[in-house]
Every structure is written in C-alpha cells, then in structure tokens.
C-alpha cells in the first residue's frame, strides 16, 4: 500500500468548473507538496505545506494535519490545466514519497 | 537564472550495458535527488545527496550508484542495465538544510528518457 493516497485518479471537466484533488498520507509528515506535470514529463512544484492552505492565482491547497489529508483546488479551470496533479509527502529529509498522480483534463 | 538541467535528454541502451546520466542543480543548490518513474505511474526515490554525501537510498539494487561532486553536480550510474531500467529519470534540487529538515520545495530537471532494449 503506498504511503501516499490520492484521488481520483482521472478527472475530466468543463472549462470554467471548480476542481478538487485529494491526498491522504499514512504517518506524520514534515511537508506535503503538490506538483504538476505535463506530457514529456517536466515536474513544477506548485506548493509545499505543512499547515494550514496556501493561494497561487486560482491554485489553492490545503492541510488538515490531524486527518492527513491535502487538497488542491483549481478554480475556473481552463484547458491549459490538464496535466497530471501528484502529492508527495517529504518527511525527515529531502526525499519525497509520490502518490500515484491524477490526471486532469479539461475541455473547452 | 538556470533551471536544474541534466543529459543527456533521451538515451537508448542495450541490456547488459552500463549508462551514466548527469544532473546540474540550480545555482546555490546543495542537495540533489535521483528519481526514477517508470511509464504510468508516480517517481520513486533513488538517491539524496547533500554536500557530497549520501543522505538517503531509496530501494533499488546496487546497480545503481550516484555521487556528487564538489560543484554540487551529479551523476547517476547504472549498471547492467535490465529491460524494467527503462524510464524516465528524474533529478531534484533544493537549497537542503545542514539538519536535513525539509525547509525548501524541490526543482526538478527536465529528466532523461532511457530505453534499454
């Protein structure tokens, strides 16, 4: 079972809908971080959390820490979203534990 | 300012044969880490080094190896190579931290594809 769950693992949307991915982790982390990545494989690391909720533009992320659990919310989603969505969680160092990924794909 | 860069971009091998893949960090950067995701599904941790030393191994055989070097480059060796190395690697800096607290989001280079046939 990998440490670090997410959900769902496709999702498809209208241009202009409020997306939600989910993340939970199994032990106690030291930073959960959520990345995207396009096709031909390029990472960009969009937040790193270990409380609370963090704004980019229309990217949000939240942390529950007692309930392990991570969302990112993408609001007004727009075509040049669709990519894959991975949470990772870091816990003593550097190295990151990936969840499976979600992919996103949204249609004018 | 320079993103991580590695080389080469693309690699096709034979296996039984031995391939080395290099990384370059961001500028400042004193920790790198070796990735490796294999078609479908999330990366998996291969190496951390911080200031030339190893800081973690993720659970791959002794194949692979990795070193950094005094500039803080990388390169991660493979030997042997099986049809299953075939992949995608992936290298991450970060500022690191003496304590190995992770303080810092990781920067990610743009990976070398390597098919082992």
Redo the contacts between chains.
Sequence with gaps: KNEVEQSPQNLTAQEGEFITINCSYSVGI??L?W?QQHP??????LF?LSSGKKKHGRLIATINIQEKHSSLHITASHPRDSAVY?C?A????????????TRLQVFP | DAGVTQSPTHLIKTRGQHVTLRCSPISGHK?V?W?Q?VLG?????IF?Y?EKEE??R?NFPDRFSARQFPNYSSELNVNALLLGDSA?Y?C?S?P?TSD???R?????G??T?LTVT
Excluded at chain 1, 90 to 101: C, E, H, M, R, V
């Design positions: 030291s930073a971080h990345l031909g494989g390029g990472i960009v690391s790193m991975i990772a870091s816990y003593n160092t550097d190295k990151l534990i990936f969840g499976t990924g | 920790s880490s990735y995701q599904q999330g990366p998996q941790f951390q911080y800081r973690g993720g995608l992936l991450a970060s690191g190995s607290t992770p810092y989001e990781q920067y990610f743009p990976g594809r």
